[in-house]
């Protein structure tokens, strides 16, 4: 099998060839691959992160494609997009950028950091860096590749991963609360504005889902979760604002036999739950372990093996980063044991794998799926 049919095959309810091993290579390992400042792919995708992306998994033959990369405003609702400008530099090389809306005269209150060798710091206050909220000057970015926008994009990310894993367009979120602590605050004194917010984010859903069901190329899945789930909300609000976007959203999709992929990382058994037993989600990942998650890979299969596919969930940290390829194998191999049976499982990492993962760690993964995880 390819990887995009052994994916396919395990997210439509089959048994491939071998187990599928897609460990979440995301952002940092692809940067560091193509060999240039972390703000050529980020800043002047030059390449952009999705073909970073593509070429490491093509690199280390990688079963890939689960992870979300923005497609920019592919549905066109996404509301006014501001134009990232250089605000500030220092004397490393490194800078920060600021949004600038065009249309409404106004700065976003948030910088992002640019280095040579680490992904983009993001959210950053400019009172924290002793910068002024609006600039006083600021730097057009030059240099910039210019890509496709919209479904032009979408068509080239696609034909671009080919037989190499499957590609995804984003739907809805299971993660309605940002990870500014003011928000916690806001949904507790102001609960009935977030509830606007899910109801938006359902009408938005519904939207994007009768699009893509006109579509002649659909999408193999549809990300409708995020990051943070249970980190950035309890799963009593979770339940109340987000629960039901993820509902609505799965139900829909199912419809239209596309699966669906929720991705979020830290606590996340509680997660599990909810999407396997009130759902119709089809996978979920990373299931980290403690002490950043509280994951028993083992114990889910044993629950809700039969209704959702479980994606993970190797120690990125202490097994890939630091571990030794034996490790690598032996905990790979466990995670095997524990949930393969009877297919609906997908061999990755617990979250994305650090910058500096060994090569051969993460060939052993690859190699490991191939030959203990046949079927």
Request: hydrophobic letters at 35%; one cysteine or more; a negative charge.
């Amino acid at each position: 099998m390819t990887s995009r049919k052994r994916l396919l095959t395990v997210l439509h309810g089959g048994i491939p060839d071998h187990v599928p091993v897609g460990p979440d290579i995301s952002n940092m390992v692809p940067a560091k691959l193509t060999g240039k400042p972390f703000w050529d792919i980020y800043v002047h995708e030059d390449p952009p992160l999705w073909k970073a992306y593509i070429d490491a998994i093509k690199f280390f033959e990688i079963d890939g494609g689960l992870e979300l990369y923005s497609f920019g405003d592919l549905f066109g609702d996404l509301g006014p997009q501001g134009v990232e400008k250089i605000v500030h530099r220092n004397d490393d090389g490194s800078f920060f950028t600021q949004l600038y809306f065009e249309e409404t005269d106004e700065w976003d209150k948030f910088l992002t950091y640019h280095t040579a060798d680490n992904p983009p710091g993001t959210h950053v206050l400019p009172s924290k860096v002793d910068l002024p909220d609006i600039p006083t000057s600021w730097e057009d970015i030059e240099n910039a590749k210019k890509w496709p926008k919209g479904m032009e994009l979408w068509k080239l990310i696609r034909e671009y991963m080919g037989e190499s894993g499957v590609v995804g367009m984003p739907s809805g979120a299971s993660t309605l609360i940002l990870e500014q602590p003011e928000d916690i605050y806001a949904y507790l004194e102001t609960p009935e504005k977030y509830h606007e917010i899910k109801n938006q984010m359902i009408e938005r859903s519904e939207k994007r889902l009768d699009i893509i069901s006109k579509l002649e190329d659909k999408p193999d899945f549809l990300f409708c979760g995020a990051s943070g789930s249970l980190v950035w909300q309890t799963p009593d609000i979770f339940r109340d604002i987000a629960l039901p976007v993820l509902k609505h959203v799965t139900k829909l999709a199912k419809k239209l036999n596309i699966p669906t992929h929720v991705h979020s990382c830290g606590r996340e058994t509680e997660l599990v739950k909810m999407a396997a037993e009130e759902t119709d989600l089809t996978v979920i990942d990373p299931l980290e372990i403690p002490p950043m998650g509280d994951c028993n890979l083992k114990e889910l299969k044993k629950l809700y093996g039969s209704k959702i596919v479980l994606k993970g969930n190797l120690h990125t940290t202490e097994v890939l980063l630091r571990g030794t390829v034996d490790d690598v194998i032996a905990a790979s191999k466990k995670a095997i044991d524990d949930a393969a049976e009877g297919g609906g499982f997908i061999l990755s990492s617990g979250d994305q794998c650090g910058r500096d993962t060994p090569h051969e760690n993460l060939r052993a993964m690859v190699e490991t799926a191939k030959t203990y995880g046949r079927y």
